[in-house]
């Protein structure tokens, strides 16, 4: 089944303790990218993936790295989570993100930083 | 990216039809419409897409003003399941796009039985 999926589903850390959250996708898709919604802003971009190797900043990016060094894996890492980084976050992917094409989106992961 | 505007929220008895319209008036001409919908906290999904002509596949259908400065989603037979929020995203393709979806507040769709 062609899908999205996100690891893990939720998670509860503290202030300052490093943290991975995994995307993989299964459709050999070139572009992949990462949201995050918060109660009355919406969603919005943190960073985002044209291919494998290259990342780009999206609206957000502060406090957040990400990686591509496979293209069905686009991890996105806290180096030192804060709780304004206590949000809902998607993970997405499409075949070409030029393309009048579909994006797919993974489940989920609610995350709260104490 | 051209702005929408969408209606806040709207009722639809089960069975009939959900028809969700959509503002864009300032759409250019190389913009495309995008429909996703968000059932509660999942992953945002894809329902359809056009730039001029209606359009339609196995969950709606879109109707674009031959202007292009509005259009309307179509659920055909509205079920409980269709409850979610609804987005309209109105977005340039083309080498140069980053991909990036806005989305705006969409229009929550509560369908009773």
């Known amino acids: 089944e062609a899908q999205v999926t996100q690891n893990p589903r939720y998670l509860i850390t503290v202030t300052g303790k490093k943290l991975t959250v995994t995307c993989s996708q299964n459709?050999?898709?070139?572009?992949m990218s990462w949201y995050r919604q918060d109660p009355g802003l919406g969603l919005r971009q943190i960073y985002y993936?044209?291919?494998?190797?290259?990342?780009d900043k999206g609206d957000v990016p502060e406090g957040y790295k990400v990686s591509r060094k496979e293209k069905r894996n686009f991890p996105l890492i806290l180096e030192s989570p804060s709780p304004n980084q206590t949000s809902l976050y998607f993970c997405?992917?499409?075949?070409?993100?030029?393309?009048?094409?579909?994006?797919?989106f993974g489940p989920g992961t609610r995350l709260t930083v104490l | 990216d051209a702005k929408t505007t969408q209606p806040t929220s709207m009722d639809c008895a089960e069975g009939r039809a959900a028809n969700l319209p959509c503002n864009h008036s300032?759409?250019?001409?190389?913009?495309?419409v995008y429909w996703y919908r968000q059932i509660h906290s999942q992953g945002p999904q894809y329902i359809i897409h056009?730039?001029?002509n209606n359009e339609t596949n196995e969950m709606a259908s879109l109707i674009i003003t031959e202007d292009r400065k509005s259009s309307t989603l179509i659920l055909p037979h509205a079920t409980l399941r269709d409850t979610a929020v609804y987005y309209c995203?109105?977005?340039?393709?083309?080498?140069?796009?980053?991909?990036?979806?806005?989305f705006g507040q969409g229009t929550t769709l509560q369908v009773k039985p």
């Open positions: 056009g730039l001029k």
């Open positions: 995203i109105v977005r340039v393709e083309g080498s140069s796009n980053t991909g990036k979806l806005i």
């Open positions: 300032t759409i250019s001409g190389n913009e495309y």
């Open positions: 997405a992917s499409s075949l070409l993100p030029g393309g009048a094409l579909e994006q797919f």
């Open positions: 459709m050999n898709h070139e572009y």
């Open positions: 993936s044209m291919n494998v190797e290259v990342t």
